[in-house]
């Protein structure tokens, strides 16, 4: 069976989401409270039917995963050479130097003071430029939209067999 990449990521989401229906309705109705033998109701839950509904379920998620764990590591996006995963990496990575280092940098004053109670006037001086640190910030931020373009693009393009 052929679907395109997007197909196979939104049935892996949508099968996720039912096996967690099946267990959320399975803890509600695998037990029941009663005071008298008389007041048990049966609910028609089956162990073993549940079960075989999630297996369905998740020996489905592992073909899509399989079939879409390829795509990722063969096609490529169209920026820096990269294919989906590495560019699934490389967002991750350039998020982390933007996000926990560079973006306060880039906002940063050339010379800060505070009084110290012991010392007196305290300096800060920042030994980078900050005009170099704003603009790459910014090439940053512009090749990660071209990379999430480039892998929304592979992903709805792309057909994987099943």
Known sequence: ???????????????TEEINAIISLENKSCKVTYRTPEEIMDNNYDFWETRKAIND??????KLKRAINKANNEVKIGV???????ALVKISLINKELNYHLSSMATSDNVSTYLDYKDGIVYTKIL????????YVEEKKDLLTKIQIGIDKANIITEIEI
């Open 1 to 15: 069976m052929k679907m395109f990449l997007i197909e196979a990521i939104k049935r892996v989401k949508r099968l």
């Open 57 to 62: 379920k998740m020996e489905e998620i592992i």
């Open 80 to 86: 820096d050479d990269l294919t989906i995963s590495d």
């Open 128 to 135: 980078y430029d900050l005009e170099e640190c704003s603009n």
